[in-house]
């Protein structure tokens, strides 16, 4: 089983940026997909980004895309996504996930998430 710690969150104005880190233990990072999800008030999770093992590909929500990118640093085992031109809309829980095994290529449903952080609150004030 992985342990994912994300940190990074916070408080910032509409068109701001921000990064988030995701740093993970207990199993062979390199070996797994990584994205992320986020969850507003009274909304399901969704997916925002992924990334595939290598770092050979990257996948974005519709909404997103653009203005975050995912990358990993598979000698750190940290996964990062870096936002830039937030919107109050982004405003959500933030969710690192790992794939469930090393068949998933990539994490763009929950299905495919083995194990979650504990989330980072990412609040953008208009």
């Known amino acids: 089983q992985v342990q994912l710690v994300e940190s990074g969150g916070g408080l910032v104005q509409a068109g701001g940026s921000l990064r988030l880190s995701c740093a993970a233990s207990?199993?062979?990072?390199?070996?797994?997909?990584m994205g992320w999800f986020r969850q507003a008030p009274g909304k399901e999770r969704e997916f925002v980004a992924t990334?595939?093992?290598?770092?050979?590909?990257?996948y974005y929500a519709d909404s997103v895309k653009g203005r975050f990118t995912i990358s990993r640093d598979n000698a750190k085992n940290t996964v990062y996504l870096q936002m830039n031109s937030l919107k109050p809309e982004d405003t959500a829980v933030y969710y690192c996930?790992?794939?469930?095994?090393?068949?998933?290529?990539?994490?763009?449903?929950?299905?495919?998430?083995?194990?979650w952080g504990q989330g980072t609150q990412v609040t953008v004030s208009s």
């Open positions: 996930a790992s794939g469930k095994n090393r068949i998933v290529v990539v994490t763009t449903t929950t299905q495919h998430v083995g194990s």
């Open positions: 207990g199993r062979t990072f390199s070996s797994y997909a």
């Open positions: 990334i595939t093992r290598s770092s050979g590909s990257t």
